[in-house]
């Protein structure tokens, strides 16, 4: 039942809020080796994803310009790859205030655009205004086509997925005995006071926190295998009553204050082990 394919090291093409570099990084033992097929309901940058490469994926997000840059990639990286060495070409101010401006028809341009803006805004933050107009100022990096870039191979393991756009219920009730579900939700803790809801556009509300543990639950009765990282909060901790749960320690960077960066602990919730 082994589902991954041979280890070769692959980076994420995207950097995101809540980005689970880190954990692959320091933690990848957490992750069982045999599964029937990997379930991720709030794909972000796929790190996790891309560091297991299982045969067989069902990954989803709320995003519908995230899981189209995903598909576009998935169908044609060289164009996409084309599109990005001639933004890098471009970049300037101007540029990227013209490119932010305007999402193109055509789906390889429109993929070439979400990764320029990524990874040239400001912390490759995604947020949009109440029109769903990207608004992130341009940031700090010129580089826009990285040495890490291997667009052929990100789309080979793509093309082991099946890319879906919409709410996470759908694909977590997609998952069956011996499936792995691996789940990294925005971080919203009871009363809202945990400062990362601010970076969604669509807010994850308490509600729906309570919906995701109750999908989780079903999950588990039907024999899958959990794996969810959250916030370490009472409230959170309370919710899962019945889980393992476990500390773990990582480098926040979002923040635009540097005296607000610095070590802090996520909620590690799990039926595996």
């Known amino acids: 039942m082994s589902s991954s394919q041979p280890a ?32 991720e309901p709030f794909l972000g940058s796929g790190a996790v994803y891309f560091h297991l490469k299982p045969r067989l994926a069902l990954l989803s997000d709320a995003n519908l310009e995230l899981i189209r840059t995903y598909q576009a990639v998935r169908d044609d990286c060289a164009s996409v790859a084309r599109i990005l060495r001639w933004h890098q070409a471009m970049h300037s101010d101007e540029h990227y205030y013209a490119v932010r401006a305007e ?6 341009a429109a993929a070439a655009r979400f990764i320029y803006l990524n990874r040239t805004c400001w912390n490759g933050l995604y947020r949009v205004n109440r029109r769903g107009e990207f608004n992130v100022p341009r940031g700090t990096k010129d580089t826009v086509v990285l040495d890490s870039d291997n667009f052929h191979e990100l789309a ?36 809202n006071h945990n400062g990362f809801i601010k970076y969604n556009d669509k807010i994850f509300s308490w509600e ?4 995701l543990r109750d999908s989780l639950v079903r999950a588990d009765s ?13 409230s959170v901790r309370d919710l899962y009553e019945g889980f393992n749960q476990f500390p773990l320690t990582r480098q926040s960077v979002l923040s635009g204050l540097a005296e607000a960066r610095g070590v802090t602990e996520e909620l590690l919730v799990t039926n595996v082990g």
């Not at 999402?103 to 390889?108: G, K, L, S």
């Open 8 to 39: 070769k090291r692959m980076t994420p093409f995207l950097k995101w809020a809540g980005g689970k570099r880190w954990l692959v990084a320091n933690h990848a033992g957490l992750f069982p080796t045999e599964y029937n097929r990997y379930i």
């Open 103 to 108: 999402i193109p028809d055509d789906a390889t």
């Open 156 to 191: 080979r393991v793509l093309k082991c997925a099946i890319l879906k756009h919409g709410d996470f219920k759908k694909s977590i009730d997609a998952a069956g005995s011996g499936d792995l579900l691996f789940v990294d939700p925005p971080y919203t803790v009871k009363h």
């Open 208 to 211: 729906d926190q309570i919906r």
């Open 222 to 234: 039907r024999g899958a295998m959990v794996v969810m990282t959250n916030a370490n909060h009472a």
